[in-house]
């Protein structure tokens, strides 16, 4: 449960379900050089086909002497996906861990598929790949965003960001 960035030539670790690291207002959202500016926070949701159906983990389970073992992960609701994506690890689990874990990144994964890009202006130039962010929407609402991409063109930041929803990396991983 983190992400792997590089930041200033160092690679850096960073756990996932932090708080975030800074709250945007709706109007700082939308920065720009030209005289239109874009959509402040336009969300695209991902192609539900590249999703896969399901995704199945293989690795040592330590309640049976390190032998192989499989736990899946199932979205049950897919629109046309049929898919079972492989997950292979050698590090030993017990099974509730494995599906605990499993269970996270299809859901991480689903969640994530919804992105959307924000400009803003170089107060934000803190702001790094990796960060949690919450941005407001258009009707007050606030949506909890992490940054994936940053691309730094003076005097705006551009940022690729997705939805980020802390509670899918808590899952309790109940299997038989």
Do not use: C, H, W
Request: aromatic share 6%.
């Amino acid at each position: 449960f983190f992400e792997v960035t590089m930041s200033e030539g160092k690679i850096k670790f960073v756990p996932r379900g932090a708080s975030a690291v800074a709250t945007i207002p709706y109007l700082d959202l939308a920065a720009t050089t030209e005289e239109e500016p874009p959509e402040p926070l336009s969300l695209r949701p991902g192609n539900d086909l590249e999703i896969p159906a399901q995704k199945a983990l293989s690795y040592p389970n330590l309640y049976n002497d390190y032998q192989p073992d499989i736990q899946y992960s199932d979205r049950l609701i897919t629109a046309t996906s049929v898919t079972i994506e492989p997950v292979q690890t050698s590090i030993g689990m017990t099974p509730a861990e494995a599906k605990g874990g499993i269970d996270s990144q299809l859901l991480d994964q689903v969640v994530g598929s919804v992105g959307t890009v924000i400009s803003l202006l170089g107060d934000y130039s803190r702001l790094e790949p990796t960060d949690p962010i919450i941005a407001t929407a258009s009707d007050g609402s606030l949506l909890r965003l992490r940054l994936v991409k940053k691309n730094d063109s003076y005097p705006l930041l551009t940022f690729e960001a997705v939805l980020d929803d802390v509670s899918v990396l808590t899952s309790q991983g109940i299997t038989s």
